[in-house]
């Protein structure tokens, strides 16, 4: 198992970078996000269209890079978490978590005991492979265990009033603020200038800064991430490939088009 490059940043004072894969299943993505000089990424198992089988290919693809591959699952069930994990994920994103009581059930579908009750595989595509000796597998289980991170995406009034339950859960690594949908549920979708809003984006980084934790969210801008660091958070996702795409084809299009009238 590879070392997770989001955390050897963060534990060296440094601020993790990332990108969310969701259109761009494809055996060079790897290469793209790593002369990108990404941290992490994260493939998305929610809002995309990405099979299991596809998610471990881009994990194995990943393998050829230091990039830390991490999973957002499609909701907090044991084999959501158990499959990508054992796929050689380095980390499982979950949406909507509302209660303490999901983030116990992420963190021991995400990690070996006796932190959580991942059940154990060896030998396979998490362990690249290669089979120890049975008197090294609590080596490994302990590795593994400080080598997952676990991130619960806040995305409900009711995820922010449980913040210091689901932070204060062992084996819990982040908080992720899901911005668009927090707002949705809030009743003012769209509305990210509202001053209930704002303050609920506050108190989740806050209440990770608490517990030790990351706090994780997704910028389209750099505007957009310089105004949510003075917020607290620490770590960012910058955008999705295709939103980072058609945004770039469009604007290299319009320029195209004014070019060839003139």
């Known amino acids: ?7 050897a940043v963060r534990d060296a004072g440094g601020t993790p970078l990332g990108h969310m ?3 761009f299943v494809t055996r060079g993505i790897a290469q793209i996000v790593d002369a990108a000089g990404v941290d992490f990424v994260v493939i998305d198992m929610e809002h995309a269209s990405t ?3 596809e998610a471990a290919d881009l994990i194995a693809w990943l393998k050829a890079t230091t990039i830390a591959p991490f999973v957002r699952i499609p909701e907090v069930q044991y084999h959501h978490t158990s499959r990508v994990m054992d796929a050689g994920a380095l980390g499982v994103v979950a949406p909507n978590v509302r209660t303490a009581e999901q ?4 963190v021991d579908a995400a990690k070996y005991l006796p932190v959580g009750r991942r059940g154990f595989c060896h030998g396979g595509a998490n362990s690249d492979f290669r089979t120890a000796e049975p008197q090294a597998f609590r080596e490994y289980m302990d590795y593994a265990i400080e080598n997952t991170t676990v991130m619960c995406l806040i995305e409900s009034p009711e995820g922010v009033e449980n913040l210091d339950a689901i932070a204060g859960t062992a084996g819990v690594d982040a908080l992720w603020a899901g911005f668009a949908d927090l707002a949705q549920y809030m009743g003012i979708s769209g509305q990210f200038e509202d001053a209930r809003f704002i303050d609920a984006l506050k108190r989740i980084a806050d209440a990770a800064h608490r517990h030790g934790l990351a706090a994780i969210i997704q910028p389209s801008s ?6 949510w660091r003075t917020m607290g958070y620490d770590t960012f996702s910058y955008a999705t490939d295709y939103t980072m795409y058609g945004n770039a084809l469009a604007g290299a299009i ?4 004014e070019a060839v009238r003139n």
């Open 51 to 53: 099979s299991i089988s």
């Open 222 to 227: 750099v505007e957009q991430l310089l105004a």
């Open 103 to 106: 983030a116990r059930a992420l």
């Open 1 to 7: 198992m590879k070392a997770n490059r989001f955390k």
């Open 21 to 23: 894969i969701g259109e």
């Open 254 to 257: 319009a320029e195209a088009a």
